[in-house]
């Protein structure tokens, strides 16, 4: 029988991989990549010449029977993300399941995951916290953050540029302006940058200063 590994990658900075992480995927018979494009710049700076397949939110429903008889037949496969690790806010959730339930090892790497960095830079507590991800788009949106504001641990939250405004607001109007909040934005990458004030603050920040880049949210927990 073969395996599984979950092996995570940078976030930005491509020296933020381990030695073991480049041996998996040197070693491994395939790599399912979210995005082959991608993965391909990262495989090509360490040499790595595993052939990839596409795994992604889009088909993994489709491949991830497939794939698992192969891992039983004695493959080793490798999973990797566009940047972090597996199944955080990625694919790697239905695929982890169902080797498990066949009784395939999975093993899981060590390494860079996004909400780690802009936790313990936030200032904020951080001996005890909940991740969040991503809000609701819309439906249940105004449910959830009504629910978080009565939170008491600090809360952790993944968001693209273009709603940030919009979620610091509604910070504002549902946890109260004076709420601590830091925003991470390009972690590990040249414009890296960190934001800590108020809910009112960050807002007024990023309202003249529009942002780019991944975001990770971190608030403060109800007091």
């Known amino acids: 029988m073969g395996k599984l590994y979950l092996v995570p990658t940078p976030i930005g900075n491509l020296e933020d991989i381990t030695f073991r992480a480049i041996r998996v995927l040197k070693e491994v018979d395939l790599i399912l990549a979210e995005d082959t494009r991608t993965s391909a710049k990262l ?94 788009v819309k439906k249940g949106r105004q449910t959830r953050l009504k629910f978080l504001a009565e939170e008491p641990r600090t809360i952790i939250i993944y968001e693209s540029p273009h709603k940030l405004l919009k979620t610091l607001t509604q910070f504002v109007e549902y946890f109260g302006e004076d709420r601590p909040v830091s925003v991470s934005r390009e972690l590990t990458k040249l414009y890296e940058e960190t934001v800590r004030g108020t809910a009112a603050e960050v807002l007024e920040y990023y309202t003249k200063n529009p942002p780019k880049g991944e975001i990770v949210i971190v608030v403060g927990g109800k007091k």
């Open 43 to 136: 495989l090509q700076h360490y040499g790595i010449e595993t052939h990839m397949h596409s795994h992604h939110m889009h088909n993994e429903h489709k491949t991830v029977d497939n794939i698992v008889k192969r891992i039983l037949s004695g493959e080793q496969i490798a999973l990797i993300s566009d940047a972090g690790t597996p199944a955080i806010s990625d694919p790697g959730f239905l695929l982890t399941r169902a080797c498990l339930e066949n009784n395939i090892d999975v093993e899981c790497l060590p390494g860079a995951t996004a909400f780690v960095p802009a936790l313990v830079n936030s200032g904020l507590p951080n001996d005890k916290f909940v991740f969040e991800g991503f809000l609701p």
